[in-house]
């Protein structure tokens, strides 16, 4: 088990240098699918990782700061699929600097267990974008809004 996640998250390190983001997106599930027809423990979680309803206004809440942004998206992993941290936050960071975003601030938090990173991006003017990122052991939330 511990292999295979060495292995996973290898393949996806080596497969982000340069490759296409297609690619790098069904190389990163076709890898769990097949671990799991060799390993069935090991499984990738079906449907969306985006979290909707109550629990996700409740995560936004949480956000210090979070009433100067707008248009929250939440997304949540657990497991496998958390183990993946660096992965799907690096395709959110790719995709806001693909609308010529880009960052302008970070920081690191420790609340509690959790560990907090937020992630300003601006145009250079008035436009910008939120990343905030907790991650509790194998659990992982991250949260993409637009500046009000």
Known sequence: MKRLRTVTIALVLVLGSGFGSAQLLAEVALAPAIASQLFPPVSWPSGSLRAVGAGADALVARVPGNAEWHGWEVYTATGLAASLE???????????????????????????????????????????????????????????????
Do not use: C, I, K
């Open 86 to 148: 660096p992965a799907l936050v690096y395709g959110v960071e790719r995709d806001l600097m693909m609308q010529g975003l880009f960052r302008a601030e970070t920081s690191n938090a420790s609340v509690g267990t959790e560990r907090h990173t937020r992630v300003v991006f601006s145009d250079g003017g008035a436009q910008r974008a939120l990343l905030y990122v907790m991650r509790s052991g194998q659990e992982l939330v991250w949260l993409v809004a637009r500046g009000r």
